[in-house]
């Protein structure tokens, strides 16, 4: 979906280069959690980070909160344990101090028993807001025994116009009041109280969703701050987790500072730009780090189901397992859970279809791929052969004897090239695979993917196979040229021994 009003003037100011002189730019962790050196950069003031449990978002929220001189420090995040000696470690960050100055590179280190360059580091706020929010008010340390009628509210601080208008706005909630409140407990310890529906609700009796975003409001964020929230979608369903993430764009473009997030919700990354969204993974026992996917990426990825990122619109079925097949022979073969096939029918409904594309008029990345019969039409391709794709397969495999076909098929060689050459004695081609897949005693379906697959590997060039993965490569990451839609569109960069 295109991005929200707010997004986009946040991404107007950031591009005109004229704010944000505290920046982060980038951070490297080494020799901590199963970190080795990889390089994590922040290209927008707002920043995603999603990933699977445990590939270490939070490590990367806490490395930043340690860079910064304040009350955060590295032996508080990354302590040594009776399971564990955190050695060898170093976080390493690059950020600009002013407008005019170059990259600032500094790091906190622990080579041996001691954290070093803590009083290198430059200065800073941070707020730094992890999952301790999401607990009941009467679950924390302190709180519960404030529930006592004898109690007294002692003081409070009234939400004003602009943050109670925002509290309603964002919960979807008239709020006619709303105050952080302390007692003659605990004047140290806060309890947020709002009016709705004319009654007032206290945390204790609060939903975790709206105690969650009471208490997030009020904080006043000075300017340049860096705000890190460790899931913060935790307790908010979808329209709450957007309107949040829309609050977040103004506040960072009003204070100029930067917001760093872990979630695994498609729909705060939706709200945000291809280079908002980072996704952290791990393949052979090694970080990896993925910038500029899309929601569908991130979510096939965290999930057993496919979320297809792209539509490629083919004449029909056959077409569809003819172009799996050249996509899975070639270099881009990691392609075939990234898009869903739509077959259209005629080939006039294509070329339409095709003009649409050229028009960027569809709302994710889309591609037209007509039949090699067929002649070239704008915003389409051609599947390859330059005939019909029952043509194409079953004369280049006759070729080569069909050689390989039977054994895909558990058939005798001689038996599956009878059938396939008498069953191209029909005049009409679209009657070849029902022919001989009556005569080899299996369903059409399977013999037509057989001969994709072997006409794929044995007619194909490897050249021409990537050549169509790149372009479908290219649709997926490329679309939309400077609008922004929910596809990358900057490359996939796998990013594991920079330095």
């Not at 602009?162 to 007692?183: C, D, F, M, P, V």
């Amino acid at each position: 979906m295109p991005l929200s009003k707010e997004v986009r003037l946040l991404d107007s100011r950031w591009k005109g280069n004229t704010g944000w002189p505290k920046r982060l730019e980038w951070i490297e962790i080494s020799g901590i959690r199963g970190w080795i050196g990889q390089r994590v950069e922040f290209p927008f003031p707002i920043t995603a980070l999603v990933g699977e449990n445990g590939v270490g978002k939070s490590t990367v929220l806490q490395a930043v909160a340690a860079c910064y001189r304040g009350d955060n420090f590295a032996s508080d995040f990354f302590p040594d344990t009776p399971w564990e000696e955190v050695r060898s470690a170093e976080i390493k960050v690059s950020m600009r101090e002013g407008i005019a100055s170059g990259s600032i590179t500094t790091s906190v280190r622990k080579r041996t028993e001691r954290w070093r360059g803590n009083d290198e580091r430059k200065e800073r706020n941070v707020e730094y807001i992890d999952l301790r929010r999401i607990q009941p008010i009467a679950a924390r340390t302190g709180y519960a025994r404030m529930a006592k009628k004898e109690v007294r509210e002692t003081s409070y601080d009234v939400f004003d116009d602009e943050t109670l208008e925002t509290l309603s706005r964002i919960l979807g909630r008239n709020y006619q009041h709303a105050k952080l409140s302390t007692t003659d407990i605990d004047s140290s310890r806060k309890v947020p109280v709002v009016s709705r529906d004319g009654g007032n609700y206290s945390g204790f009796h609060s939903g975790a969703g709206e105690t969650t975003i009471a208490e997030l409001l009020p904080r006043m964020l000075p300017k340049y701050s860096i705000l890190l929230i460790d899931e913060i979608e935790t307790s908010l369903h979808p329209r709450t987790q957007r309107r949040l993430l829309r609050h977040l764009a103004t506040l960072c473009r009003n204070t100029e500072s930067q917001c760093i997030l872990t979630t695994h919700s498609p729909y705060i990354l939706d709200e945000l730009p291809p280079e908002g969204r980072i996704y952290l993974m791990e393949s052979e026992g090694q970080k990896r780090i993925i910038s500029g996917v899309s929601p569908a990426f991130a979510m096939t990825k965290m999930d057993d189901e496919i979320y297809p990122e792209s539509d490629v619109y083919v004449e029909d079925e056959r077409s569809a397992t003819l172009l799996s097949e050249i996509i899975t022979n070639s270099k881009q073969r990691d392609l075939i859970l990234r898009y869903q096939a739509i077959p259209f029918g005629s080939a006039n409904v294509g070329r339409s279809l095709g003009q649409m594309v050229k028009e960027k008029r569809f709302p994710r990345p889309s591609a037209v791929f007509l039949d090699g019969d067929q002649s070239s039409s704008v915003g389409c391709n051609l599947l390859p052969g330059g005939d019909a794709p029952e043509r194409v397969v079953f004369e280049g495999l006759s070729s080569n004897g069909f050689d390989g076909l039977s054994k895909r098929l558990s058939r005798s060689q001689a038996d599956v090239a009878d059938a396939c050459n008498q069953a191209m004695l029909l005049s009409d081609h679209h009657e070849w695979i029902k022919y001989a897949a009556d005569r080899l005693s299996v369903t059409g379906q399977v013999l037509w993917q057989g001969m994709c697959a072997e006409w794929s590997i044995r007619c194909l060039s490897q050249s021409e196979a990537n050549k169509i993965g790149d372009t479908l490569l290219e649709t997926i990451v490329q679309y939309g040229g400077t609008r922004h839609t929910e596809q990358p569109q900057i490359p996939v960069q796998l990013s594991l021994d920079r330095s």
